[in-house]
């Protein structure tokens, strides 16, 4: 598809000197930057923290015992101080 649009002259001059020193049209530059930004925009969206899901797995026991601690020291808080 052809197409006219309108960029600043400092950035057409460094897309076309980076295009020249890899060898490539500036057509086809242009067309992985965009490529390269729809990828990122579609990579933002995600979750990143699903990847990391279950490395933590090792610390489960150790969530318990804690959450056990806790439960068993807020049975000693005097609840009239806090009246």
Do not use: C, Q, Y
Not at 25 to 43: G, I, S, W
Request: hydrophobic share 40%; proline share 4%.
């Amino acid at each position: 598809m052809k197409l006219t649009f309108e960029i600043p002259d400092v950035i057409f001059r460094r897309a076309k000197t980076v295009a020249a020193e890899r060898g490539i049209p500036l057509r086809e530059f242009v067309t992985e930057a965009v490529k390269d930004k729809l990828a990122a925009n579609a990579r933002a969206g995600e979750k990143p923290w699903m990847k990391l899901m279950g490395k933590l797995k090792h610390l489960r026991k150790e969530s318990a015992r804690i959450n056990r601690l806790i439960g068993r020291d807020s049975e000693k808080i005097d609840t009239e101080m806090w009246d």
